[in-house]
C-alpha cells in the first residue's frame, strides 16, 4: 500500500487506500476494534486510479490492490484462527530481515522503486517457501491454511518482479541476482530473534529451537 500510495495513484485514491488501512492499523496499535470489524471491513470497492505523471498502469495498481486485500484477508484469518485456539494476539516487533533487504536499494528514482520492488518479491518468495516447508507438520486446519497461503505468496512474487522488469528501462537480472546474495546471507547467517524470516538460531529459544 505504501508503494502504490507514493508511487502509483491520484491523492483521492491515496486517501481512499489510507482509510481502508485504519482499522487494522488501529487494531495493530491500539487494540481498537475487533475481528467482526476487521472482517467486515475487507470489502473495498472505491475506484483507484494512476496519478497524471505516473508511468504505472491500471492493471499494476489493480493487481497490487488486490493483493493488498489478499493480505488484509489473512490477517483477519490468522485472528479467526487464533481467537479459536484461546490464544491471545500480541503485537511483536520486526525481524532484520525486510529491513537488511531494504537497506540495500538504490536511493535515486527509477531504480529505488524497482529495487523496492524486488525486496517485495523475495519477501513473497521466501514466505512461500517456508509455509511450503511448514505445512506438512501441521494440523489439518493449519496445513489447509499454510497451503493456500503459499499459493498466495507464489502469485504476489512473480506479481513484484513482473512489476519491477517494467518499471526497469533495463534488465533487472543482475538486480535479482545481487538481492538474492543479500537475502542469502540474511538466512544464512548466525540470527538471534526467532521469526518466521530469521536467520539460523544461534541459541535455544521459548520455542524450543
Ligand atoms: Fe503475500
Known amino acids: 500500500m505504501w508503494l ?11 486517501n481512499n487506500l489510507l482509510a481502508w488501512l485504519e482499522p487494522y492499523e488501529k487494531f495493530v496499535c491500539r487494540k481498537e476494534g475487533d475481528l467482526d470489524t476487521l472482517a467486515k471491513n475487507l470489502k473495498f470497492s472505491k475506484s483507484i486510479v494512476p496519478k497524471a505523471e505516473s508511468k504505472l498502469r491500471q492493471d499494476f495498481i489493480d ?42 536499494v538504490r536511493t535515486h528514482e527509477p531504480e529505488a522503486f524497482v529495487d523496492k520492488l524486488i525486496c517485495g518479491a523475495y519477501i513473497e518468495a521466501r514466505s512461500c517457501e517456508r509455509f511450503a516447508q511448514l505445512a506438512p507438520y501441521l494440523d489439518d486446519e493449519l496445513n489447509k491454511f499454510y497451503i493456500s497461503l503459499l499459493r498466495s505468496e507464489a502469485r504476489h512474487y512473480q506479481d513484484y518482479l513482473t512489476q519491477a522488469q517494467s518499471v526497469s528501462d533495463k534488465d533487472i537480472t543482475e538486480r535479482v541476482i545481487f538481492f538474492g546474495k543479500i537475502e542469502a546471507d540474511l538466512i544464512k547467517s548466525p540470527d538471534t530473534d526467532f521469526k518466521f524470516h530469521s536467520g539460523m538460531l544461534t541459541k535455544f529459544n521459548s520455542f524450543g529451537f
Do not use: Q
Open 63 to 104: 493487481k497490487m490492490v488486490l493483493l493488498i486485500k489478499e493480505e488484509l484477508h489473512h490477517f483477519c484469518r490468522v485472528l479467526e484462527i487464533i481467537r479459536s485456539r484461546g490464544i491471545p494476539y500480541e503485537n511483536i516487533t520486526a525481524g532484520r530481515y525486510a529491513k537488511g533487504l531494504m537497506s540495500h
Open 4 to 14: 502504490i500510495r507514493k508511487y502509483a495513484v491520484d491523492k483521492d485514491s491515496a
